[in-house]
């Protein structure tokens, strides 16, 4: 247990630099049943294991491109026109924009004695020296940051290689490992990580069902609201909420973009249905699907969610059920062999919690 603690902290501390490799895991675990299937079923059977397995890769990376493609068009499509549509508009509708708000506040401020008209204007200059100087602060700091992102893009570019070799070898990996290890070590170690292979695989599906439930609700309500583009605006939501907090705000921010350049007279309301969307899924879905998926009580996983955040923000939200969940299992696990009981894997196949 304590070692497990202490991988866990030294992943939290390199982060930024392992999230590829974790990204490939995910991937790797989403494509294995495609390329077993693959393997077993591609003619002649029984013979040539290595170039079926390999072959079986190459499909696999193929429908992987094709998804991402298919996704990627759609996103990119809608975000084009939407910028056409916002570029060739934008001169009226900013005029417009600015001249009601001037209107707005020459207003407010004549109602206003002198020397508060004075001092509200005074506001407003230092306003826009602290706006300016915000701009300033943050492109520095965008500087700063850049040879991390450089870092991240070196690992990004590796990610298909890690993933191929992943696909191809993992069995030959887990049984080089297993023979390294002592054989009562190895027996309780493949156990060790069947748990987590399987907590991991029910917090994919768990984070799934998140997005088609998103995805679900949002087409319906883009709909109802006669939005341009509902199916692909709904796409883009549900493949956002993958991403742990700041997605659902990028999936927002993409409806309301289209929105504002198609139809800015229900720009509002589209930012009203992201955020009632949004409350359901934080208060009711998120711990109701993860409790469910991870088998962990509702009320445990809110606090579990809330302390997460607070401790290591992002990647506490994203970590916190999975992490909980294996170190529940796990402590079962060395419980039951403790006590010299049968070591048993979990059972999630029971539903409750």
């Keep these: 247990m304590l070692a497990i603690v202490a991988v866990v902290w030294v992943l939290f501390l390199i982060r930024g630099l392992i999230l590829p490799f974790v990204i490939g895991l995910v991937l790797a675990y989403l494509l294995m049943p495609l390329v077993n ?72 401020i004549a109602t206003l004695p002198p020397e508060m008209q004075q001092e509200v204007s005074r506001n407003l200059v230092e306003a826009g020296i602290s706006l300016g100087q915000n701009i300033r602060d943050a492109f ?24 191929f070799y992943l696909l191809k070898d993992s069995e030959g990996l887990k049984k080089s490992l297993s023979r390294s290890l002592p054989q009562n070590v190895a027996f309780h170690g493949r156990n060790m990580v069947t748990i987590v292979e399987m907590v991991l695989g029910r917090y994919i599906r768990a984070q799934g069902m998140l997005g088609l439930i998103v995805a679900y609700f949002t087409f319906i309500g883009l709909l109802l609201l006669q939005v341009p583009y509902p199916l692909a605006l709904a796409l883009i939501a549900g493949v956002s909420e993958l991403v742990p907090t700041i997605g659902p705000w990028i999936g927002g921010a993409v409806s309301v973009f289209v929105a504002l350049a198609m139809a800015p007279e229900k720009a509002i309301w589209v930012a009203v249905l992201f955020l009632g969307v949004q409350l359901v899924e934080n208060s009711l879905l998120v711990p109701r699907i993860q409790s469910a998926y991870l088998h962990i009580h509702p009320a445990i996983m809110i606090f579990l969610l809330v302390a997460g955040s607070y401790v290591a923000g992002i990647w506490g939200l994203l970590l916190v059920g999975p992490l909980t969940a294996t170190f529940v299992e796990v402590f079962k696990y060395v419980r039951d062999y403790c006590e010299g009981k049968p070591c048993q894997l979990p059972d999630f196949s029971r539903r409750g919690n």
């Design 140 to 163: 520095f700091s965008w500087i700063a940051t850049l040879q991390g992102t450089i870092r991240m893009f070196l690992g990004f570019a590796v990610l298909p290689f890690f993933l």
């Design 37 to 108: 299937w693959l393997e077993r079923n591609l003619p002649p059977r029984q013979k040539w294991p290595d170039f079926k397995r390999v072959f079986s890769v190459i499909i696999a990376f193929l429908v992987l491109i094709a998804v991402i493609g298919g996704f990627g068009y759609i996103l990119v499509t809608t975000i084009i026109d939407a910028s056409v549509s916002l570029i060739q508009g934008a001169p009226f509708f900013l005029g417009q924009s600015l001249n009601r708000v001037q209107q707005w506040l020459t207003n407010v």
